[in-house]
């Protein structure tokens, strides 16, 4: 069964305009983990965060986590025609570190 | 650095038929492996994983067996095909507590 579940499922902002999309997660987890795919190709990962961090960044991209309400988010900050994609949250949960859950994830379209 | 190869990048198989599915890795030892199948537009769903040699766990019962028989070998199987198995089929390779390096897929249309 899929752990997280991203919100919305699908995404449209003008190039320039930032996108957030959420993920909720249903058992404690020891990380969570966003993944971009290209239409068509395997996923790449972006970024992790660990059960005992809130927040991360890496480049334009900045991920919260709250433990409390089990939920995440994955912010891209001004967007460009390149991050159109669909982006995926992943949990390893706290009692098997060796499983990697995915949601059904959010496909965001940046227009131009 | 690690690579994850599989291979091919399209099938198209009539009902009934086998597949067999090859996943290899390179540049690093006794990885976790793992077969996900993503149906159009959807999300990914964990089929099997594997933390070892003939070390085989299923997530979901089904058509498909896999089969570890190399550290770096990871072999998804049917025997016979059935139209519901269609997809796009991922492998990729995790280790505990970092990320995880996802091959380029298999298209699978079963006709």
């Known amino acids: 069964s899929q752990q997280g579940e991203e919100d919305p499922q699908a995404l449209s902002i003008q190039e320039g305009e930032n996108a957030t999309m959420n993920c909720s997660y249903k058992?404690?987890?020891?990380?969570l983990q966003w993944y971009r795919q290209n239409s068509g190709r395997g996923l790449v990962h972006l970024i992790l965060?660990?059960?005992?961090?809130r927040e991360k960044h890496s480049g334009r991209l900045r991920v919260t986590l709250d433990t409390s309400k089990k939920s995440s988010s994955l912010l891209i900050t001004a967007s460009r025609a390149a991050d159109t994609a669909s982006y995926f949250c992943?949990?390893?949960?706290?009692?098997?570190?060796?499983?990697?859950?995915f949601g059904a994830g959010t496909t965001v379209t940046v227009r131009a | 650095s690690q690579t994850i190869h599989q291979w091919p990048a399209t099938l198209v198989q009539p009902v009934g038929s086998p597949l067999s599915l090859e996943c290899t890795v390179e540049?690093?030892?006794?990885?976790?492996l793992y077969w996900y199948r993503q149906a159009a537009g959807r999300g990914l769903q964990l089929l099997f994983y594997?933390?070892?040699?003939?070390?085989i766990s299923s997530e979901v019962p089904q058509n498909l067996s896999a089969s570890r028989p190399q550290d770096w070998q990871f072999i998804l199987s049917s025997k016979k095909l059935l139209l519901s198995d269609s997809g796009f089929y991922l492998c990729?390779?995790?280790?505990?507590?970092?990320?995880?390096?996802f091959g380029q897929g298999t298209r699978l249309t079963v006709v």
């Open positions: 990729a390779l995790h280790r505990e507590g970092t990320e995880a390096f």
């Open positions: 965060i660990r059960s005992n961090e």
């Open positions: 058992t404690s987890i020891n990380n």
């Open positions: 992943a949990t390893v949960p706290s009692s098997n570190d060796y499983k990697l859950s």
């Open positions: 594997s933390v070892g040699i003939g070390q």
């Open positions: 540049g690093t030892s006794n990885p976790n």
